[in-house]
């Protein structure tokens, strides 16, 4: 006998809960009773994605009418193959709450807007990327998105925002990657209505076309990721960066920055010198071009500074150029995280970090770890701890 059939339905939903993604999908293939215990769950539902239309997988199309009738209570959907008009018709319009679009095929405006129409008003997290939407000069539909917290752009034509050109009043996280098109005029538009942001990530094309000209915002961010610029080295620009300065200053709220594959020295020095900044997170990039003089460096003199990463490969011929200051100019830092690590470098945190108590590290680097590992276990502060974590993906904290 099944064992669920002794139990009420509420149990059902407090057992399956407790699963993971794998596990809720393995289960649902256990029988019919449990396929539908866990298709009436909110809560286990909410674990689950519906690949609709998937083109890396076979079938690489999928019959939408079957969804339609099913009593199942799918909340999340992926999609990345389309045909215009014709699977989005039959499409089930359901409280769907997240949602990402990954179509890397050509899509009209006005199938576009029918897409987001049936999941508008309800959806809470929104990825939308690779898709080129051609403007018909279509007048720009009113869409209510009351729930939305979290929007991703990326590899978008510049007319995927005009539907979101709005307060978006829960929103407070926001991804912005390439807007192509010549898009800059419609993403400062879009932003400059976003004041509620606290977590956004610009990729180095967002960056570029925001401060490009100086402006104000009215964001209080407490989260800013920012991706290399490279068009401020190329164009010789200096505004880019002395606008982003300006703007830092601004940002009374900010806890945590991150800057991946970028270490402009006024940036840093900036970040150095903020009161409010509590953690600092450097992305890879190649170090070997990045050389910071802690005399030319202020020290973080507010001692606001307690959390370091460092997510770098090539840190072992160079880090005395850039890691050793940084980390001097913190004095009071708590936490920091390394990507690799090796025994030269070990040794200076845990003889320089008075006030460490956690050092976290990915891996080692070969030929370091016999004598790493007999370092680390002759540790003699007790209040330090010393731990083997994952490998930590800056670039999605936003999502998280």
């Known amino acids: 006998m099944d064992p669920l059939e002794k139990l009420h339905d ?24 449990w396929y539908k215990a866990i298709g009436r769950s909110n809560d286990v539902m ?59 095929s050509f899509i009209n405006y006005k199938d576009y807007i029918h897409l987001l129409q049936i999941f508008s008003e309800t959806i809470v997290e929104l990825e939308i990327f690779d898709m080129d939407i051609e403007d018909d000069n279509s007048n720009i539909l009113k869409l209510d998105f009351k729930e939305l917290q979290k929007l991703r752009f990326e590899f978008v034509t510049a007319v995927a925002l005009k539907p979101f050109n709005q307060k978006l009043k829960k929103l407070e ?39 490009e000209v100086e402006k104000e915002f009215s964001f209080k ?13 190329k164009d010789n620009s200096r505004n880019v960066v002395n606008n982003f300065v300006k703007f830092i200053q601004t940002q009374e709220q900010l806890k945590w920055i991150t800057l991946c594959e970028w270490t402009n020295i006024e940036v840093v020095q900036e970040i150095l010198n903020s009161k409010f900044i509590e953690r600092v997170s450097f992305d890879y990039f190649d170090n070997e ?34 890691i050793k200051p940084i ?13 690799h690590i090796h025994e030269e470098l070990f040794e200076f945190v845990v003889e320089n970090c008075k006030h460490l ?44």
């Open 46 to 104: 909410g674990k689950i994605w519906l690949n609709v239309g998937d083109r890396f997988n076979e079938p690489t199309k999928y019959d939408l009418k079957a969804f339609r009738g099913s009593e199942r209570i799918y909340q999340n959907f992926k999609i990345s193959e389309i045909e215009n008009g014709l699977q989005i018709l039959v499409f089930p319009k359901r409280e769907w709450r997240r949602a990402q679009m990954d179509i890397q």
């Open 10 to 33: 509420h149990v059902h939903e407090l057992i399956f809960q407790h699963l993971t993604v794998d596990e809720v999908l393995n289960s649902s293939l256990t029988s019919k009773l």
């Open 357 to 400: 108590t956690s050092l976290e590290y990915c891996s080692i680097f070969k030929g370091f770890e016999n004598n790493f590992n007999e370092l680390k276990f002759k540790n003699d502060r007790n209040n330090l701890k010393i731990v083997e974590n994952k490998f930590l993906d800056l670039r999605k904290e936003i999502f998280n």
């Open 221 to 233: 961010l407490k989260y800013l990721l920012v991706e290399y610029a490279e068009k401020c080295e």
């Open 327 to 339: 980390i001097e100019s913190c004095g009071e830092v708590t936490k920091i995280y390394f990507f």
């Open 173 to 211: 996280r926001l991804s912005l990657g390439n807007i192509i098109s010549d898009g800059g005029e419609a993403l400062n538009q879009f932003i400059s209505l976003q004041s509620q942001i606290t977590h956004l990530s610009l990729s180095s094309d967002a960056f570029y076309k925001i401060f």
């Open 289 to 322: 071009s990045t050389i910071l003089d802690v005399s030319t460096i202020k020290l973080n003199q507010s001692r606001s500074i307690k959390h370091i990463d460092f997510d770098c490969e090539n840190i072992d011929g160079n880090w005395k150029n850039w």
